[in-house]
């Protein structure tokens, strides 16, 4: 493992330097913006953490009751911002104060919905987690409308009901995609297809990918960027297939059928140079390969493996390698460019993993309450600690920023900080 020696010496430096940062100078890797992180990938760049997660070194520094919600927070650089679903009646979201935990504004509008009845066992919470840009928050609500919240006191600027808009039929899962901001757009999966956005006013730009809605067609992955063949395109994947779309003008580049069980794509497609992974519940991981020729794009499978098959959560990539927590509730490490899996762990864990890498090292989130600290180790599954944080389930994906972690449990958000063993913290509750 890539450890440094004098971690202790290396550690009080980089608090001493975190103390005399303003709040305004605070870098891409110490905030949390959207889904998956600053770079939509699950990867940070920070300090080596401690390869113990014990309550001396990492610390509660507040929590927050609120209601259930399985979107996950969003840290700006000195706020944290929640979503939950209020009595089965509305969908609230809350700005707080990074450092104290304090309330500093929320926004309520009446938008619950129940979903079906084999997927509610667990609620039907708001799910999908918002993004950040600039002075705006992007929020989804389940009944597919999306809402700009200014950051600075929760003012809604602009709001697009996708229903109204389209005609589309309520999505039976709610709107589960969450946003994705480039540049001067904002694109989701919602209204019964891909759609792009102006990020200020919300006016609808080009819709694409448009099927029927209803119980087979709301998607429930979230777009990525990639340039392929060097057309800069969306990476999206629906409950039937995976697609690359034009940012421009929404042509459709190429697509590729993705089988799985009642079309449950769920995790987040990974682009790997110019091949996509993925993988399906009650089916198998796939890698497929994208080229472009004068003829235009084309797509191929290059390797499936049944074996490994995922469900909900989406893998991080580290030196090259996979890392997927899978369907049987096991974790994977698996090798794209051998077409292999190199190791699976012997015992299983919860049913969703949210999953974080700093260099070589994996924080992984259990939707039981526990956390895990994994050595990201191509050779054999390591794990390094792990700790019951919480007795409710947490499935919500964790935010990394900067020496600070958040957790969405069902009912409450929490604020850790990595600590020295003697550091003196309070815990507001």
């Avoid at 309520?108 to 708001?126: I, L, Q, R, T, Y």
């Avoid at 990918?209 to 395109?233: C, E, I, R, W």
């Avoid at 762990?345 to 260099?359: E, H, I, M, R, T």
Wanted: hydrophobic share 40%.
């Amino acid at each position: 493992m890539k450890r440094i020696k004098y971690y202790r010496e290396a550690w009080l430096l980089s608090v001493t330097v975190w103390l005399c940062i303003s709040p305004v100078s605070l870098s891409a890797t110490e905030l949390w913006p959207q889904w998956r992180g600053p770079d939509r990938n699950g990867l940070v760049t920070a300090d080596p953490w401690p390869e113990k997660l014990d309550s001396t070194r990492l610390k509660t520094t507040w929590r927050k009751e609120i209601g259930h919600g399985y979107a996950g927070p969003i840290v700006s650089k000195d706020r944290v911002f929640t979503v939950e679903t209020l009595d089965k009646k509305q969908e609230i979201v809350r700005a707080f104060d990074r450092t104290s935990g304090e309330q500093i504004w929320e926004r309520a509008w009446e938008g619950a919905m129940k979903v079906p009845f084999f997927a509610a066992k667990n609620g039907s919470w708001v799910r999908s987690t918002p993004a950040l840009d600039g002075d705006c928050l992007y929020v989804a609500g389940m009944r597919d409308v999306l809402v700009c919240l200014k950051t600075g006191d929760g003012t809604v600027k602009w709001r697009v009901d996708f229903v109204e808009k389209f005609g589309t039929p309520l999505p039976d899962f709610g709107f589960v995609c969450s946003p994705l901001v480039i540049e001067n757009s904002v694109y989701v999966q919602a209204g019964a297809g891909t759609v792009k956005l102006n990020k200020e006013t919300g006016e609808v730009q080009w819709r694409t990918m448009n099927d029927k809605g209803g119980m087979y067609g709301s998607a429930f992955s979230s777009p990525v960027f990639a340039t392929l063949g060097g057309v800069p395109q969306l990476v999206v994947q629906t409950r039937a297939e995976l697609a690359g779309v034009d940012i421009k003008n929404g042509t459709i580049l190429w697509r590729q059928s993705v089988p799985a069980f009642r079309g449950m794509n769920i995790l987040t497609p990974v682009v790997l140079g110019n091949t996509i992974f993925t993988s399906s519940y009650r089916n198998a991981s796939f890698l497929y390969r994208v080229d472009r020729n004068e003829s235009g794009f084309s797509v191929s499978e290059i390797w499936s493996d049944k074996k490994s098959q995922g469900y909900m959560s989406t893998p991080v990539v580290v030196d090259g390698k996979l890392y997927l927590h899978q369907q049987n509730r096991k974790f994977s490490c698996l090798d794209p460019a051998s077409s292999k899996v190199l190791w699976t762990s012997k015992k299983p864990f919860g049913q969703y993993w949210s999953l974080v890498a700093n260099d070589d090292t994996i924080l992984a989130l259990d939707q039981t309450g526990e956390l895990l600290l994994i050595d990201a180790n191509p050779e054999a599954f390591t794990l390094l600690d792990r700790r019951k944080i919480t007795k409710e389930d947490t499935w919500a994906h964790v935010a990394v920023a900067g020496d600070q972690i958040f957790v969405r449990e069902l009912n409450a958000i929490t604020a850790y900080r990595w600590s020295e063993p003697d550091t003196v913290s309070s815990i507001q509750k």
